[in-house]
């Protein structure tokens, strides 16, 4: 009954910016984490950027210092500030939640928005 809902993908020049939104409705005990995945054809889904609910942040070597994860927990929200981006950031990028259901935490995942970074 958890529901993730993102926006923000499109195309964008090399070079450019864009900002991804996801938010999270539904049944939430607790949030543990919400962070970013990206998946191209023929690959397994990897993670971007994580942050949990006390701010700490992972990132993936590759978009360090271009990007950057923001959360508000009260509005089960997380951004994803892209700068700087690449033809290999091209990818359907997709929002993970990590949901405390007793005695474990489960993942949630949203539908995907599709990044294309092209000239």
């Known amino acids: 009954q958890v529901q993730l809902v993102e926006s923000g993908g499109g195309l964008v020049q090399p070079g450019g910016s864009l900002r991804l939104s996801c938010t999270a409705s539904?049944?939430?005990?607790?949030?543990?984490?919400m962070g970013w995945y990206r998946q191209v054809p023929g690959k397994e889904r990897d993670l971007v950027a994580a942050i949990t609910s006390g701010g700490s942040t992972n990132y993936a070597d590759s978009v360090k210092a271009r990007f950057t994860i923001s959360r508000d927990n009260a509005k089960n929200t997380v951004y994803l500030q892209m700068n700087s981006l690449k033809p290999d950031d091209t990818a359907v990028y997709y929002c993970?939640?990590?949901?405390?259901?007793?005695?474990?935490?489960?993942?949630?995942w949203g539908q995907g928005t599709q990044v294309i970074v092209s000239a």
């Open positions: 539904g049944y939430i005990l607790r949030i543990n984490s």
């Open positions: 993970n939640l990590k949901n405390r259901e007793f005695p474990s935490v489960r993942d949630y």
